[in-house]
T-cell receptor
Framework: DAKTTQPTSMDCAEGRAANLPCNHS???????VYWYRQIHSQGPQYIIH???NNETNEMASLIITEDRKSSTLILPHATLRDTAVYYC??????????????FGSGTQLTVLP | NAGVTQTPKFRVLKTGQSMTLLCAQD?????MYWYRQDPGMGLRLIHY???????AKGEVPDGYNVSRLKKQNFLLGLESAAPSQTSVYFC???????????FGPGTRLTVT
């Protein structure tokens, strides 16, 4: 699986959009970009994933650059409850038969009142 | 629909003691995983299962054993606990043909 690079921490004002970047310059053509988050002391929570097209769901939007070397997770109207560590993970959709996730250190997003 | 549950939530063991962590899911998922998370670190995969009766080693399997006798349950065993196994343990499951994992609330284990 390709390596990802994320900023260690970011702040965002409540009600504003939070834009979390992720670099994955060695991504392969068959690797997807996944985002999970972990609110303090809880289990990680799946947010969104995509291959090359932009994706949107009820939680967030995922913007992947045309060369796929980087992506941005957008939380359109951040709330205090969005304060969490956000993990960007790149992996093949079917990696052997396990499809396990490899977590890095992530980005600590703090939403400020 | 409870999702993924873990038992117990907290446990303190003495070095050399044994224990079993239970993970249960009610989503009929094929894949199940055990991760550990040390302070300030990301999750690391211990063992996983691709179906009932199957198990496989992950990134950090030493000191742990697992069993998946029933599809809905995945057990993680520590035969002789060591202080290095002090951690938060997360279980996860994933459905066949899907790619998102669902995590339990975690078990906080301290070995003294």
């Amino acid at each position: 699986d390709a390596k990802t690079t994320q900023p260690t921490s970011m702040d965002c004002a409540e009600g504003r959009a939070a834009n979390l970047p992720c670099n994955h310059s060695t991504i392969s053509g068959n690797e997807y970009v996944y985002w999970y988050r972990q609110i303090h002391s809880q289990g990680p929570q799946y947010i969104i994933h995509g291959l090359k097209n932009n994706e949107t769901n009820e939680m967030a939007s995922l913007i992947i650059t045309e060369d796929r070397k980087s992506s941005t997770l957008i939380l359109p109207h951040a709330t205090l409850r969005d304060t969490a560590v956000y993990y960007c993970i790149v992996r093949v959709l079917t990696s052997g038969s396990a499809r396990q996730l490899t977590f890095g250190s992530g980005t600590q997003l703090t939403v400020l009142p | 629909n409870a999702g993924v549950t873990q038992t117990p939530k907290f446990r303190v063991l003495k070095t050399g003691q044994s224990m079993t962590l239970l993970c249960a899911q009610d989503m009929n998922h094929e894949y199940m995983y055990w991760y550990r998370q040390d302070p300030g670190m990301g999750l690391r995969l211990i063992h996983y299962s691709v179906g009932e009766g199957t198990t496989a080693k992950g990134e950090v399997p030493d000191g742990y054993n697992v069993s998946r006798l029933k599809k809905q349950n995945f057990l993680l065993g520590l035969e002789s606990a060591a202080p290095s196994q002090t951690s938060v343990y997360f279980c996860a499951s994933m459905g066949q043909g899907r790619s998102e994992q669902y995590f339990g609330p975690g078990t906080r284990l301290t070995v003294t």
